[in-house]
């Protein structure tokens, strides 16, 4: 059952992709929706039996390298953290298959997309049942070709194509970290398998190992490494920029991978690698640091974007900050119940856009939209409880574990808590704000689409909105059922996730001053209420604070600039090296010399010789004398002996 | 006294003598109205030499004291004559049909040409060599200006004289001093005093001589020069014969005078083949480019074909010559379909020669055009034709000589020359057509193309009989 659980994704976007032709595109619908909810269910049942009753289960498919010391085998290991993974990607994903068979009806290519779906789904499930680290690389890459492909699924407009590439060759580099580590691993250990690794760490500890030349504490080498892999999965500063470019991809896609399940990948790796994390001090400060730094940044620029999915997506990457910031702290268990309840708002969130995309006739500018609340209610009901739940109102998901994540940064008194915890609050009265600034651009106030949209405007299937509520019951109760398990004192997480006695952040969280508690709620309902008078009350306001403000607002509409830097240091040089590569090492030089050269060559002698021809007997006379004059020369003068 | 000689070994030679001289007396008295009558029987009495050569006993025999030997080798070469003769006889039929060149000297010219080269190959003497040698350019200097109302055709004979006459003094010079150093011009004599006195300077330099002689005769580097414009000006018919017979029987006679008296001294006779060999590929493979007349463009691929044959000869070894039958029995199929072709290519009546007048052949002409496309990537060399065998049989006889520049520079240049052959099936298949050839090409032409393209396609499939005989022509060379 568990085995069936992870491969009958697999089945489905084989037989999806393969034969999608000859079942059709219902056929494909039903194959894979069906594979999926059926793996859904399977998922529930895992969480009930692995995490609430504590079973870990252990299977072991076969061996997949044994050569020399390097060995490991395909296995599935189902411990706790795996468990709330499991459940939430099958439920999601089931989600999103379902949704995406009436946003994606029109499309020609629906077999091709279903399959894709299905396929990523599989590898995240790989990624996350794997017990050595191989197999983790290979779900994390398989997630990685997926998006890939998803993003760049409308292959015929070039921007989706760029965006593909970009989310491709950035994620390359988190990736090339992510090896470095897994490499520096088996250095180390001589094993790339969990249980030996984690049980060796302590004895690692405090050696050092030298690299590029310098002498560096050993664990904390190989965490930072392979935090350069979650960096890159996950969008963190630095590394974030292809995540609102992948919101090229299909809205479904948006709403799995780049919101629910692949970009959280990093977080459960730091998770699961909780043993080596726990062990370098370093390596949890420069996680809070990035963390928090990544919360903040993401969410200024949230602020101020005009795409409906940009904005969500931005808030994505400001949410995943919080979950890394929590694993900087030693709150784990905070940090994946984030995850678990943002997995839930933002894949209703970005689900409910498409349905307002959907509606807008694929328009998905906010500021052509407004004053459609009363044509879509469901959608507008939809969109409320996914706000309110990323903004950390109360009873809803977020504010739980939100309130959790920055209650343990508050009490890890240390500085780079101190720092994740103002800038969370920060984020915090920020989400709340660029969350009701996007419902009320969107739903509110004068309409702003032209007449014909505006005829066109509807309420999207059933086969659209039940999935939704679905997500919205996940969003509105996540946190209060989850909270006492997930943020408790880690019995919940039996051994999946380790946590040394002196880091006591998440189990202080709980008796932090009350002013912390309630901070966060009161700056987002500030942040909402900033965002009401601004757009509601005093729609010209916003522009003439964006004027009086020129030079902030342009940074931060410009996302910090960020593109533009890498376009400067990065892509440019690579694009005059190889254009000059190109034109003179390959066209002039190697062509040049080669091909061309030699064809120039050619017609050049050829004309000559063919000159020799002059048609006068006394010059073909002379050159026969000639030639029998150097043959006999060179006998007689010894050279040819 | 001597004994009145054996005739046996010399009766292909005497048929085809005897005929010559009835078609000459016949053609004489009889005048233009003889000149079907004439033709006929030259290809008779050729068909029958053919014959006699074929059925000729496989041993080693000689004849007017040493001077004429008939072997395995001789055989073989004098088949191939023969064969090269009668079809570029019968091929030359409708042409001098339409260009109103119905002499009849004509075809006593070829047969005693026939009857030179015939001699040439199986001489066994400086003084056999020469006569042989004579006999046969004479008469090709003679109908190369056949045409002689038409100055091209003149100047290619005046041409071709003057410079044969040129290299038959120098090839007499290299004879004298062989004479001189040696003493003797029996080849067998020859070969006795190298053994035993070695290979002093003066024997070195009338092999030089010899060899720039016989190099003017095969076409090769730096004796070649004659070759286009002899081609170009000369009849087609003219030029199709000169491309195949002649070529042959001087291939076969150098072939003989380095293998057999300077045996000995391969490694200095090797220098001068190696030479020529390279430069006549190299300039094969280059001058041909730029050509824009299909028999010219035939004159420098014989040149290079030429230069391929001698590296085979360069190895020096019984696997080069065998190397280098082989080669020669390909060439001819190729050349004399090739010209089959070119003979073929004509507007209401009248020869064209630009190789633009080709394109779109295949729209217009399919059978010709795939005939043609397969004798030219044959020429270029690609399996599984013909011509592919031919250079690997003499490549692999100079790599196993150890000759691998030699056999490295042949591949390359063959590289090179595929480019202007493969640019003529481009021009046929690819290009817009002009306008048509005349339909049809004439029952003679069908059948030597039809005969060749065959011969050169299906080569692979049952290659036995040539490489069997050639191998054992070679080994009759070295006793």
């Known amino acids: ?641 | 006294m001597i004994a009145f000689p054996s005739l046996a070994p010399v009766l292909p030679e005497l048929l085809v003598l005897g005929a010559a001289l009835v078609m000459l007396m016949y053609g004489v008295f009889r005048g233009a109205a003889g000149e079907r009558a004439v033709t006929w029987l030259a290809g008779i009495a050729m068909a029958a030499a053919l014959v006699a050569v074929i059925a000729a006993p496989g041993d080693s025999r000689a004849t007017f004291e040493g001077l004429f030997v008939s072997d395995a080798f001789s055989r073989f070469m004098k088949a191939l004559v023969l064969i090269g003769a009668i079809l570029t006889l019968i091929m030359a039929q409708g042409f001098r049909e339409r260009e109103r060149m119905m002499h009849f000297e004509y075809p006593v010219l070829i047969t005693f040409a026939t009857l030179g080269m015939l001699m040439m190959v199986s001489a066994d003497d400086l003084m056999a060599l020469y006569l042989g040698l004579e006999l046969q350019s004479l008469p090709l200097y003679v109908i190369a200006a056949f045409k002689r109302d038409q100055e091209r055709s003149t100047e290619a004979g005046l041409k071709y004289f003057i410079l044969g006459a040129l290299s038959s003094g120098l090839l007499l010079y290299g004879c004298s001093l062989i004479y001189g150093f040696t003493g003797t011009t029996g080849f067998a004599g020859i070969a006795e005093r190298l053994a035993a006195d070695g290979a002093g300077i003066g024997v070195i330099v009338g092999m030089v001589f010899l060899s720039a002689g016989l190099a003017f005769k095969v076409s090769a580097v730096p004796f070649h020069m004659w070759t286009p414009d002899v081609y170009e000006g000369a009849p087609t018919p003219v030029a199709a014969f000169f491309a195949a017979a002649p070529k042959i029987a001087a291939v076969a006679l150098f072939l003989r005078v380095l293998v057999d008296p300077f045996g000995d001294m391969v490694d200095q006779w090797r220098q001068v083949i190696v030479f020529i060999a390279i430069a006549s590929m190299v300039l094969g493979a280059f001058a041909a480019i730029y050509q824009t007349n299909i028999k010219r463009l035939m004159a420098y691929s014989s040149i290079g074909n030429i230069g391929y044959a001698l590296v085979g000869l360069a190895a020096g070894t019984e696997q080069g010559v065998q190397g280098v039958i082989i080669y020669m029995t390909i060439y001819l199929a190729m050349t004399a379909g090739a010209f089959a072709c070119i003979l073929a290519m004509r507007h209401r009546g009248q020869m064209v020669e630009g190789i633009s007048d080709l394109a779109g052949l295949a729209r217009t002409h399919p059978p010709l055009a795939l005939a043609f496309g397969i004798l030219m990537f044959s020429l270029a060399g690609i399996p599984p034709l013909a011509g592919f065998f031919g250079k690997l049989y003499v490549f692999l006889a100079a790599v196993e000589a150890g000759l691998y520049t030699l056999a490295v520079i042949g591949l390359l240049t063959s590289v090179v020359g595929a480019f202007y052959y493969v640019r003529i099936v481009k021009l046929m298949y690819f290009d817009e057509p002009g306008e048509p050839f005349d339909h049809p090409i004439g029952g003679e032409l069908t059948l030597v193309v039809v005969v060749t393209s065959l011969f050169v396609l299906l080569f692979f499939v049952y290659p036995m009989p040539v490489v069997a005989g050639a191998a054992g022509a070679a080994a009759a060379l070295f006793p």
């Not at chain 1, 084989?14 to 219902?26: K, V």
């Not at chain 1, 590394?239 to 692949?262: F, K, N, Q, R, Y």
């Not at chain 1, 609340?373 to 739940?389: D, E, H, K, Q, V």
Request: proline letters at 3%.
């Open chain 1, 1 to 641: 059952m568990y085995t069936a659980c992870v491969f009958l994704p697999l089945l489905a976007a084989i037989i999806a992709g393969f034969f999608g032709r000859l079942i059709g595109d219902r056929g494909s619908q039903w194959v894979t929706c069906g594979a999926l909810v059926l793996s859904a269910a399977i998922g529930l049942v895992i969480c009930y039996q692995v995490a609430i009753q504590g079973q870990v289960v252990d299977i072991t498919l076969f061996t997949w390298v044994s050569s020399g010391t390097l060995e490991f085998a395909w296995a599935l290991h189902f411990d706790t953290l795996t468990a709330v993974m499991v459940f939430v990607v099958t439920v999601v994903s089931a989600v999103v298959h379902v949704y995406s068979v009436g946003y994606m009806g029109h499309d020609p290519h629906i077999p091709r997309f279903m399959a894709y779906l299905s396929l990523f789904t599989f590898s995240m499930l790989m990624l996350v049942t794997a017990d050595n680290f191989i197999q983790l690389y290979f779900g994390w890459e398989g997630v990685g070709l997926c998006s890939y492909l998803l993003i760049g699924f409308w292959y015929t407009r070039p921007s989706a194509n760029a965006a593909a590439i970009k989310a491709f060759l950035v994620n390359r580099i988190g990736d090339f970290g992510f090896a470095l580590g897994i490499f520096a691993i088996f250095l180390v250990f001589q094993a790339v398998d969990y249980e030996t690794v984690f049980a060796m760490a302590p004895d690692i500890a405090g050696q050092s190992l030298e690299f590029l030349g310098a002498e560096v504490d050993t664990l904390t080498l190989i965490c930072l490494l392979l935090f350069i892999g979650a960096m890159g999965k996950s969008a963190q500063i630095g590394l974030h920029t292809w995540l609102p470019d992948a919101m090229e991809g299909p809205t479904p896609v948006s709403a799995l991978i780049h919101a629910a399940t692949m970009v959280t990948a990093g977080v459960f790796m730091v998770a699961r690698c909780s043993p080596l994390f726990e062990l370098s001090e370093t390596a949890l400060v420069v996680v809070t640091v990035v963390g928090a730094s990544t919360a903040f940044m993401a969410a200024t620029i949230g602020l101020v974007q005009n795409d409906i999915k940009r904005v969500i997506a931005y808030s994505t990457c400001s949410q995943l900050g919080y979950m890394f910031f929590a694993c900087g702290v030693s709150a784990y268990g905070a940090g994946i119940f984030h995850l678990m309840t943002h997995g839930f708002f933002k894949a209703l969130l970005f689900l409910g856009a498409g349905c307002v995309i959907h509606a807008m006739s694929d328009e998905q500018d906010m500021r052509k939209m407004g004053g459609i609340w009363r044509m879509i209610p469901a959608t507008y009901a939809l969109m409320w409880i996914g706000s309110l739940a990323l903004a950390g109102l109360p009873p809803f998901a977020g504010f739980f574990s939100k309130d959790i994540i920055l209650e343990s940064a508050y009490a890890a008194h240390s500085g780079a808590g101190g720092y994740a915890f103002w800038l969370g609050v920060a984020a915090a009265a920020m989400t709340g704000f660029y969350s009701w600034r996007l419902l009320f651009m969107t739903f509110h106030g004068p309409a702003r689409a032209d007449e014909k949209v505006m005829a066109h405007v509807h309420e999207s299937p059933k086969i659209m909105i039940l999935p939704l509520l679905v997500l919205a019951a996940g969003s509105v109760f996540a946190g209060w059922l989850g909270y006492g398990l997930a943020a408790g004192d880690g019995a919940f997480w039996a051994g999946s996730i380790t946590v040394l006695p002196e880091h006591t952040a998440l189990a202080d969280a709980h008796h932090v001053p009350l002013w912390v508690k309630a901070l966060p709620t009161v700056l987002g309902l500030g942040g909402i209420a900033l965002a009401y008078w601004l757009y509601i009350r005093a729609p010209e306001m916003a522009a003439r604070l964006a004027e009086s403000l020129r030079a902030l607002y342009l940074f931060i509409f410009n996302k910090w600039y960020f593109d533009e830097l890498y376009d400067r240091i990065f892509v440019e040089p690579a694009k005059r090296l190889g254009h000059g590569l190109w034109k003179v090492g390959d066209g002039d030089l190697i062509d040049g010399v080669g091909p061309d050269g030699i064809a120039a060559a050619v017609l050049i002698l050829s004309r000559r010789a063919s000159r020799l021809q002059s048609g006068y007997v006394y010059h073909y006379a002379f050159a026969m004398l000639i030639g029998v004059a150097f043959l006999v020369s060179w006998y007689m003068f010894g050279a040819g002996g």
